[in-house]
């Protein structure tokens, strides 16, 4: 089956960084624009930042300026830099196409900003 696979995340103090990864097949990334996406407790998923079709970026108004997605995809991973972390980005983290949807949802990685 089709998947992405997330990881790096973890516990950080307010002001730290960190980096996530998302691993899939050559398949996804050569077809399909893939984003990063964040669920917090009681609230709905939303888009954190995400590559389009035309290879541009897009980011949420919250993080811009201090997350930054990248990709190697001689490795068909995805990267989600984070920098100046606040605990309003505690939340679990996904990649998926973008739009989202095309694969299935994975686990996510958990990230946890607080003191």
């Known amino acids: 089956q089709v998947q992405l696979v997330e990881s790096g995340g973890g516990l950080v103090q307010p002001g730290g960084s960190l980096r996530l990864s998302c691993a899939g097949s050559r398949s996804i990334f050569s077809i399909y624009a893939v984003g990063w996406y964040r669920q917090a407790p009681g609230k709905q998923r939303e888009l954190v930042a995400a590559?389009?079709?035309?290879?541009?970026?897009n980011y949420a108004d919250s993080v811009k300026g201090r997350f930054t997605i990248s990709g190697d995809y001689a490795k068909n991973t995805v990267y989600l830099q984070m920098n100046s972390l606040k605990p309003d980005d505690t939340a679990v983290y996904y990649c998926?196409?973008?739009?989202?949807?095309?694969?299935?949802w994975g686990q996510g990685t958990q990230v946890t900003v607080s003191s």
């Open positions: 590559f389009t079709s035309g290879r541009s970026t």
């Open positions: 998926n196409t973008n739009p989202p949807g095309i694969v299935p």
